[in-house]
């Protein structure tokens, strides 16, 4: 009876302590979630609007019927999360936050499938606790978690995808779910077309010997459903030329000054005569120099811990990851390598980490936060089995060494959490309110209000109210059926102009006509125009001015 009451409690702990880390994900994931950031960037109304778009005509802004891609900005990006966008749409209206809703929701069922993966893999309570509640309170999940962020959703598909996997080895049905899962991922963000097959293939060889048990028909099966699945993907890819337009805009190989330095180091080794420089020098060897370099950049410290890249990837003042983490992230790693855990979850965890910067590493601006999301939940994987490792060792101190230990521990990582919340919640929107391209949702309802006194209204597409024609399309709810008839011959190249009933955008330049209002940037007007209405940053500093001639 005893034992049987001892195992009674050890379970309601369990569920109890993770009831609790999908309470405080679900908080940190929803609070102010159409607030913070400050604004949506032009990708996340981008998906919106076109998300509103198919629900009402079926056809996205370019009247593309229920498309697999979406031209967007002439990116070409897959169109999953615009689909995953529109119950909630429909729900709630459009909005930031319907927007971004179901990235939260990804973002905290990652945290919960990452619970059962690691218990799994680990076959210990206490780890998979631990590590899904450093996913919950994780920076870099935290804030692709609570924009409209695609590659948050891919992580999540990849997460569930080898969560069904390994439950799969005992219950061979799953291996269904798990096949839709990676397939789904290459369905909502570029990087994932990489990943995931590299991640499939490492599944398949570490744990070949359990592969190998299931009915040859069942695997058959499973192979044939992904082929099925990824059809549509792989005709669009086939048969559009402009398919991998992105991709090709940010690889390495399409960046020129590479090759202009190289040509300058091959014209002065062949007037040399120099053999080792004109072997070095080769092109090929360039590149892949600068791929290897790009892949190296992803495990760059400072990068992690603090400065991060873009200000729209992390918390201002800060990395991807607490400060705190790092000494207990290298003990993890050490742990992992030659502590007593299986060979197959050594082997997924090492292989998952490795394979994660390979997409990235064939790009441009290097490292980056959004390719690289894929590094969660690995990263507290070591995390956690660092503190796990360094709680044994000092416990072998004696008790009062452990609790000194974690009291320590829990004030230090309570402090760095305490300045992430504020250099999040109330810090950024002063600190990166520009990079977020502030203002439209101020600006727009001032000029709806007098709209009907002007026959033109010009608004700015540059820097940074870049594709500014999206964010009136968000905002102004603009009908998509007119939208689609009034544009259906628009290149839609992203630094293009563009033009919608009486909107054009454009650069404003010294042209300044009548019954025309203007809406730009504070250095696009000077004394002879007539300023109604200026939108400031939370800093102060003006953002969109509303002008019209004197």
């Known amino acids: 009876m005893k034992i049987l009451n001892f195992n009674f409690q050890l379970s309601k702990f369990k569920w109890f302590g993770l009831a609790v880390i999908i309470i405080v994900a679900a908080a940190l994931r929803l609070w102010q979630l159409g607030a913070v950031p400050s604004s949506p960037d032009w990708d996340e109304v981008a998906l919106g609007y076109n998300a509103y778009s198919i629900i009402h005509t079926g056809r996205d802004e370019y009247s593309a019927f229920m498309p697999v891609v979406m031209r967007s900005y002439d990116d070409y990006k897959p169109a999953l999360y615009s689909y995953l966008s529109i119950p909630t749409i429909e729900t709630f209206g459009l909005s930031v936050f319907s927007v971004r809703l179901p990235s ?61 996997f390994i439950k799969g080895l005992k219950r061979p049905w799953l291996l269904f779910f798990s096949i839709t899962s990676f397939v789904a991922s290459a369905y909502v963000y570029q990087s994932e077309k990489v990943f995931s097959p590299l991640l499939i293939i490492a599944l398949a060889i570490i744990f070949r010997k359990q592969l190998f048990k299931i009915p040859k028909k ?74 290897v370099a790009n892949y190296l950049s992803h495990f760059d410290f400072n990068w992690l811990f603090i400065s991060g890249d873009l200000a729209r990837h992390h918390a201002p003042n800060m990395g991807l990851m607490y400060l705190w983490e790092l000494p207990f992230l290298l003990l993890g790693l050490y742990f992992l390598l030659f502590g007593d855990f299986s060979k197959e979850t050594k082997l997924l965890i090492f292989s998952w980490f490795l394979i994660t910067p390979i997409p990235a590493s064939v790009t441009t601006g290097v490292p980056h936060a959004v390719r690289a999301l894929n590094f969660l939940p690995i990263y507290q994987v070591f995390v956690g089995l660092g503190l796990l490792c360094a709680l044994r060792w000092i416990g072998k101190y004696g008790k009062y060494a452990k609790l000194s230990f974690v009291a320590i521990v829990f004030a230090i990582s309570m402090f760095n959490f305490i300045y992430y919340i504020d250099q999040y919640f109330v810090q ?7 990079d977020w391209q502030y203002g439209y949702a101020k600006a727009v309802p001032y000029i709806i209000q007098h709209e009907n006194d002007y026959q033109r209204i010009v608004v700015s597409n540059q820097p940074p109210l870049d594709q500014s024609y999206m964010f009136f399309l968000f905002y102004l709810k603009y009908d998509p059926a007119l939208y689609q008839s009034e544009t259906k011959d628009a290149s839609g190249g992203f630094r293009e102009n563009h033009s919608f009933g009486k909107f054009e955008f454009r650069p404003i330049g010294n042209e300044k006509e009548s019954k025309t209002l203007y809406v730009g940037r504070p250095s696009d007007f000077g004394s002879d125009i007539k300023k109604l209405e200026t939108i400031y940053y939370p800093s102060g500093e003006g953002a969109i001015v509303i002008a019209t001639n004197k």
């Open 104 to 164: 939260a929701i990804f973002g905290i069922l990652t945290v919960i499938a990452v619970y059962f993966l690691v218990k799994d893999l680990f076959k210990k309570e206490e780890i998979s606790l631990l590590i899904s509640g450093l996913l919950a309170i994780s920076p870099w999940h935290i804030q692709f978690s609570r924009i409209a962020f695609e590659s948050n959703v891919g992580l999540a598909f990849n997460v569930f995808g080898a969560l069904f």
């Open 218 to 291: 069942l695997i058959v099966s499973v192979i044939l459903v992904g082929f099925v699945l990824s059809l549509p993907m792989l005709w669009y890819i086939l048969t559009n030329k402009n398919a991998l337009e992105r991709a090709q805009g940010v690889s390495v190989f399409a960046d020129q000054t590479i090759l202009k330095e190289d040509a300058k180091r091959l014209l002065i080794d062949t007037k040399n005569h120099d053999v080792v420089g004109l072997v070095l020098d080769n092109r090929r060897l360039v590149y892949a120099k600068e791929i």
């Open 428 to 434: 950024q929107s002063y600190y990166t309110a520009y």
